[in-house]
């Protein structure tokens, strides 16, 4: 026996890189978070290092011969592992393993149980083992589906021989023949077969979806409108699919739950023989967005994880001028964007942008809602510049479709407001956050919750001037607003006891500081859970004020209640995660130990340079972080060395009279000094 330090399985669709990726979590992890060729290596160091064996499952639509020069042949080259092909199609780059075909007394029994009672007359024996080793070529999926067949039928056993050969249908014992393998099996699924109310319908649906086991729940909440059955009914029919081997289900053997799947030769039958309609799985579609959305808002990152390759393989599958559709997009680019994984954030909304056009043309709200999407990503990812063009797109659309007072128009407004604010614009945020705040005060009123969050925008603006009170006195009016509108329990209200809180601290009131945040951390505790972003926002900001007084240990203390929700909830590698353990550094750095101060800093150093990039505020606050560290423990060589490195970036971004550039030059020439 061989002993492997790891096994992987992978499931070949045809980019064997990108399926390696996407089959090995902590892989695609990497590549995310540290680029491709850095994944690529780390793998190669991985299999050169340990014991590894990979088992490809050859799962191609079309299982062409590799060719000798194949990109994935030679990728496999590069790696010293042991392989094992999973194909019907042979290789000359490997050896050759035949498999032994299930015996036929296996497969007797197999039938046996399907069909519902054993079978002992010579004839009826003899007659069998024909069918299984002339007609069925000893394959457990064929065996399987003709037990069913004899026994939804009443067939005897020569019934059933007889039916086959009208079907014409053999596969010969050592048909390797993907194309023939497939005919023959086709001749055994036929959709006519399926006469009961709804089962054509989910059959369908199934063959849109990968080979990837769905929850019965979420089966059911997908399937049962489009099929017209109402969802006890759709269960029944789900089990009895799976028992005419239409489908297959499974038990999760950890919580008990039940899955169901298609096998891909299935699929591939029912491909073969339809032409799937988008308009016939509106439902499906409909629903697949929402709970797609729903699970990605409440931040339940990992059952959208399970719904996204059902989306986009629903996607994929019924990609046509479809304003549903463009919906789908859109909340898988969400997802995306709210799991910090910008590059596929942006790829899908512009799926969603062009979608949207087909079905709409140039000028319709919803491109502009795109325009605007696509902004908000170019924002996460601190390229506030692309993000102001594509916000003026988006405003461009909405003045020709809306007109420049209707409400959507007036978040445009919003969002370019806040645009300015972060580019240190103050004076253009005022301009754009009035022109906001007027369309909202006149058509919603001065009590409506987006009137107010436009007073809260105004107050920050404010905030960021150093002007305090009158930050204070304009989120005061927003708090009004809310408490009145939506409640004193509402995360809108907790939001803003956030922002007066902030002013308080910078008015070193740490006092009241710390009352407001503790209101607003009871609200979302209580509204949103303890184990929610949001809450983990108020730990922080609960620690920042106990680092303020001097009070370490319970800052630290706070900040591992935050870290915990935002690893769990987030991710290691997002940027509210990074910002934490940015925190944690902080207060090291106070309390004098400085070793522990870099540890924190350079982790926040990685996810800043993988998901912001090196010309991101956050990454070069970083490094001037990891600077001043070097100049406290008196190396004075690596601290002008960081210094100078975010020098070149804040530049070139910020520019050359920017408060933050100037402080940066100050430090620098402050070491130049003890060098």
């Known amino acids: 026996p061989v002993q492997f330090d790891y096994i992987g399985f992978i499931q070949f669709k045809g980019d064997l890189e990108a399926d390696f990726r996407l089959h090995i979590p902590y892989l695609s992890e990497y590549a995310k978070n540290h680029g491709e060729a850095a994944a690529k290596l780390f793998l190669q160091q991985l299999c050169a290092t340990n014991r590894v064996l990979f088992c490809i499952d050859d799962d191609r639509d079309k299982k062409d ?9 030679a990728f496999l080259k590069t790696l010293n592992v042991s392989i094992l092909f999973a194909s019907r199609t042979g290789y000359a780059e490997f050896e050759q393993q035949d498999l032994p075909l299930l015996s036929t007394d296996a497969c007797i029994e197999i039938f046996q149980r399907i069909y519902g009672h054993d ?49 014409g249908f053999r596969i010969k014992k050592d048909c390797i023949n993907e194309d023939e393998l497939q005919q023959e099996i086709n001749k055994l699924y036929p959709l006519s077969d399926l006469t009961k109310e709804g089962a054509s319908s989910i059959v369908e649906a199934f063959s849109l979806f990968p080979v990837n086991p769905l929850p019965i729940d979420l089966c059911v909440d997908w399937l049962h409108e489009d099929a017209g059955i109402d969802g006890v009914e759709c269960a029944r029919t789900l089990t009895r699919l799976s028992k005419q081997t239409w ?56 059952k959208s994880s399970i719904i996204i390759p059902f989306a986009i393989s629903i996607f994929k599958d019924l990609s046509q001028e479809s304003s549903t559709l463009a919906k789908l997009s859109s909340a898988i680019a969400s997802y995306y964007l709210e799991t910090a994984d910008y590059s596929n954030a942006l790829g899908w909304f512009h799926i969603a942008r062009i979608t949207y056009k087909i079905a709409f043309g140039e000028d319709h709200p919803s491109i502009a809602s795109t325009f605007d999407d696509i902004a908000s990503v170019y924002f996460f990812q601190g390229k506030p510049n692309h993000a102001l063009e594509w916000y003026q797109k988006a405003l461009a659309v909405k003045l020709k479709v809306l007109g420049d007072c209707h409400p959507d128009t007036a978040t445009t407004f919003n969002n370019i407001a806040v645009v300015y604010k972060a580019l240190d614009n103050y004076n253009l945020a005022h301009e754009w956050n009035q022109k906001a705040l007027k369309i909202r005060e006149t058509l919603l009123g001065e009590n409506h919750p987006d009137t107010a969050t436009t007073y809260g925008n105004i107050a920050g603006v404010y905030l960021m001037q150093g002007q305090y009170n009158h930050a204070l006195l304009w989120y005061l009016k927003a708090l009004n607003i809310f408490e009145n509108s939506l409640g004193k329990n509402h995360p809108s209200t907790a939001t803003t006891y956030n922002n007066i809180a902030s002013a308080y601290a910078n008015q070193r009131q740490f006092d009241l500081a710390l009352e407001y945040y503790q209101k607003a951390m009871t609200i979302r505790e209580n509204v949103l859970g303890k184990e929610h972003p949001s809450t983990a926002t108020a730990y922080n900001n609960i620690a920042g004020i106990f680092d303020s007084q001097r009070q370490y240990d319970l800052a630290i203390e706070w900040y591992q209640k935050a870290l915990a929700i935002c690893e769990k909830a987030l991710g290691k590698y997002h940027p509210d995660t990074a910002s934490t353990y940015n925190n944690i550094a902080s207060v090291y750095k106070h ?61 070139k971004v910020l520019g050359e009279n920017h408060p933050t550039t100037i402080i940066i030059k100050e430090n620098i020439a402050c070491l130049k000094t003890k060098l």
């Open 591 to 651: 309390q004098g130990k400085y070793d522990l101060a870099l540890k924190w800093f350079k982790k926040t150093q990685t996810i800043c340079e993988n998901l912001l990039g090196i010309n991101h505020p956050h990454t070069t606050s970083t490094y001037s972080n990891i600077a001043s560290i070097y100049f406290y423990q008196g190396r004075y060589d690596l601290a002008l060395e960081w210094y100078q490195k975010a020098l070149s970036i804040v530049e």
């Open 65 to 73: 011969i590799l060719k000798k020069n194949d990109p994935n042949i």
């Open 119 to 167: 079978i002992h007359d010579p004839r009826d024996l003899e007659v069998l083992t024909k069918i299984i080793e002339d007609m069925s070529g000893n394959n457990t999926l064929i065996v399987n589906r003709l037990g069913n067949m004899s026994n939804e039928n009443s067939f005897s056993i020569e019934e059933l021989q007889k039916n086959l050969q009208e079907k």
């Open 247 to 302: 489908l297959e289900k499974r038990i999760d053997a950890s919580n008990g739950e039940v899955l169901f799947s298609m096998h891909q030769c299935v699929k591939s039958a029912v491909k073969d023989q339809t032409f799937v309609e988008s308009s016939a799985h509106k439902n499906l579609v409909e629903v697949c967005t929402d709970t797609l959305n729903s699970s990605t808002k409440a931040y339940l990152f990992l």
